[in-house]
């Protein structure tokens, strides 16, 4: 006698692929004894002639098949759900590496766009193709599924170790803790090379499955050359950071203000001491410390001859190329005795304006400085200690910006002690984007690295068959107190392109000076600067107005003195050429750009313009589809109001908007500014 309930049935599912058939006993199960009872009774009825052997055959051949298709395709649908939850989880992981990479900015756009493609592809796999190619997935699918895998695991651990630095590198450098910082690093080199190497293996043998896989190879291309540089980096980083010896760097405290044309003037800086991975000395200068040890006798540019007779650390920030003025202000640095008598060199130069400062101060919130009576924050950063500097230099201190030494170490601490460095991370992009941080190693390699994330401040190189414009505005302010900070300026520059192939500019400077609203005199000051004009190479002056005279005269006879010539500022200022119709301008030729340049003087509550018209010939004339590209780039620590107008040649437009004038408006451009334009004719 059966006690179940009527209502509940017994069932069989299966365990490892639930819901995929419904597998119920029947609803009224055959009892055993009444079966064989009725066999017993009717056997005679129920046997059946034996089939005829054609049938047989059949019967047999068909089981057969059915057996075979039934296992072919069991094995594919399994093979298909294994590889389909491969393809899925490395799709997975490789857009966490994407998200990853972008976050940090360690590869370009189009090894993320290759990240992505390639992940969205494995994720939108069908069973039908998996079917419809299996013998070519049973070909060369073991080992680009072994190394999709590896990809997707490695990529799983780069976003953890990436993750962990981004977070723990600045404590851990500040902490004693760079010998796990090391570690971390090696994982890092490990997994790179890793990923780098089977992402060649996937490249070269996605041809054997891309019938099922589409898989468009040349995506990986840009991957691989990013996982390369990368990896290839971190084999010098890690030398340098393993040395048991201690490495130097300077820090350089640049104060637009007084504007120079690699950033600001240096009246400040900090010497870093690095060993193995750890921080351990951060000191605070005065750039006069060095000057003061400085024995050799240098010509200074002829600008700065109106305010010095030789060169000096604090002037050496002439060169728009960063790269120029700190390899110059390494030279000086070390030739001086401050660091010659203890043999001291240095590996490197970071250069920060005061924005980066500012920063660190709306991280870290106010520091109280009681024997200078002031609290410092972000809003107040560089006027406060301007004061304080100029106050101290008036009372004739010996140390006028000693309030920097006091400041920096509470910074620090303060910002360090913050949880997690992420958000540290986060700001270097902006700083290195708006050249707030720029850097320069004497390491090629380091050198290398870092100009190709566009952190060292270099003038652009114009290709070969350049078909565009290219612009620069710079300040050095000689003369002019500390008047930059309350200089308003705009830039207009309208472009013209031509059908013969010339582009004609006229470009207006700007310059309203505000420094009569300060209670300060070294903001009320006459703002006085040598403004120099970066153009394309062949650029030929055709108009000027505006600028001042101004007579340098040597204070000394250099070469009875005995004074020796730079030889890069020698080789620029050997091109000088004077305007005949315009006395006022001049012309160089610097960084592999013509330079327009003159002396602009505008008073407290006044305004002066300064223009400049301009022509240069590109590579071939305008045609359909020319791809015309308009750099710009902006000189280091400087806020400015830009507008740009590009005119398209007679009967053209641009694809980008569809009209025949392209405009730009910015008061606040990344570092360098691309604008590539797309000729169409209409």
Sequence with gaps: MNDSPDNIRPETSDVKWPGEEDRSLPEQPIQAEAAAEFASRHGDELEEPPPPQSRLWWNVFAGGVIAVVCIVGLLAFLGYRESRETFTEAGRHLEELQSAASGLKLLGPESEEGLGKLGRELESLSFGDFVRHLGSVLKGGAGIFGDIQGVAGSATLLVEELGFLEQNAIPLAFGGGGEEIIVHLENVKNLLSDTAARSVRIASTASDIREFLPLDSSILLPLQFDLNRLAQFADPLLLWLKDEKPHHLLVLFQNPSEIRPGGGFLGSYAEVLIRRGNIEEVNVRDVNEVDRGLKENIIPPKPVQLIATRWKTADANWFFDFSDSAEKVLSFMEKSDLYRASSTTFDGVLAVSPRVISDLLRRSGPIELPEYKVTIDETNFLFEIQKQVQQGQARRSSYPKQILEKLTPLLLEKVVAKDGSGELFRAFQEWIEKKDLMAYFKNPDFEEFFDY????????????????DYLAIVDANIGGGKTDIFVK??????????????????????????????????????????LKVFTPPGSKLENFTGGIKKTITPPINY????????????????????FFSYPLARGYTESGKNVFATWVRVDAGKTATTTFDYSHRLFLPPRNSLAYQFVFEKQAGTSREYQFIVSAPVGYRFRENQLPIYEYRSSDPPGRLVLTLTLERF
Excluded at 453 to 468: N, Q, S
Excluded at 560 to 574: M, V, W
């Design 489 to 530: 300026q705009k830039i207009t520059l309208e472009s013209q392109i031509n059908l013969d192939g010339t582009v004609t500019n006229h470009l207006a400077v700007t310059r309203r000076h505000e420094g009569n609203k300060s209670a300060f005199s070294w903001y009320r000051a006459p703002s006085q600067v040598y």
């Design 559 to 578: 070469a009875k003195s005995g004074y020796a010539s730079d030889s890069l500022l020698q080789q620029i200022e050997s091109t000088e050429e004077q």
């Design 453 to 468: 994330y566009g952190a060292t401040g270099e003038v652009y190189d114009l290709p070969e068959g350049f078909e565009g």
